[in-house]
């Protein structure tokens, strides 16, 4: 069973950091891309950032320059560095993996529980 857990969340002021970790577990040979979605309430998820397997790396606009996405393959780890958070930042933030690929085949659609982030004073 393949599961992503997502950490490193938490409350912090406007200007602040945060790095938000997601580790994948379970019986995993490969993981393709991998990506950080967030949903703030009332609205909809939406794609944070995405890093895919020939290194391409994109972002939303309004993140750009202040969050740096990166993966630790050998550790099976997505990492999400946010500088300069904002109060528009505050959403709980999913880890996503759209192809997992297991010993005896693959596992697509996995997500995390969620990590809440809050920005405020």
């Known amino acids: 069973q393949v599961q992503l857990v997502e950490s490193g969340g938490g409350l912090v002021q406007p200007g602040g950091s945060l790095r938000l970790s997601c580790a994948a577990s379970?019986?995993?040979?490969?993981?393709?891309?991998m990506a950080w979605y967030r949903q703030a309430p009332g609205k909809s998820r939406e794609l944070v950032a995405a890093?895919?397997?020939?290194?391409?790396?994109s972002y939303i606009d309004s993140v750009k320059g202040r969050f740096t996405i990166s993966r630790d393959n050998a550790k099976n780890t997505l990492y999400l560095q946010m500088n300069s958070l904002e109060p528009e930042d505050t959403a709980v933030y999913f880890c996503?993996?759209?192809?997992?690929?297991?010993?005896?085949?693959?596992?697509?659609?996995?997500w995390g529980q969620g990590t809440q982030v809050t920005v405020s004073s």
């Open positions: 996503h993996a759209p192809v997992v690929r297991t010993p005896t085949g693959f596992k697509l659609d996995t």
């Open positions: 379970g019986s995993i040979f490969s993981i393709d891309s």
């Open positions: 890093i895919f397997t020939d290194g391409y790396i």
